[in-house]
Nanobody
């Protein structure tokens, strides 16, 4: 079992930056891939980025490429999402997830979730 706690969300103006953090407790975090998803009101949860547990390879949603950077520190059981050039359409509740059992961009295959941290981008 892994417990995930996100932090770092907040209110930011268009063009601003935020760094989200995900702290994991429990066992085997270092052996799990990690991802960030987001969910805006009235919309489905959508994939943002993921990072492998072993080679730290990353994948991003198209909207995140060039603006967001996912990272992890296995020694500290943490993951992060650095976001820059934020837009109002980035406004959402951002979730950290761990341990995927299938296609990485599907929320249904991730087993562990945090409670989310709210990101609001004002225009």
């Amino acid at each position: 079992q892994v417990q995930l706690v996100e932090s770092g969300g907040g209110l930011v103006q268009t063009g601003g930056s935020l760094r989200l953090s995900c702290v994991a407790s429990g066992r085997n975090f270092e052996s799990y891939s990690v991802a960030w998803f987001r969910q805006a009101p009235g919309k489905e949860r959508e994939f943002v980025a993921t990072i492998n547990w072993n080679d730290f390879g990353t994948k991003y949603a198209e909207f995140a490429k060039g603006r967001f950077t996912i990272a992890r520190n296995n020694a500290e059981n943490t993951a992060s999402l650095q976001m820059s050039s934020l837009k109002p359409e980035d406004t959402a509740l951002y979730y950290c997830a761990a341990y995927s059992t299938g296609r990485y961009d599907s929320a249904a295959v991730w087993n562990y979730w945090g409670q989310g941290t709210q990101v609001t981008v004002s225009s």
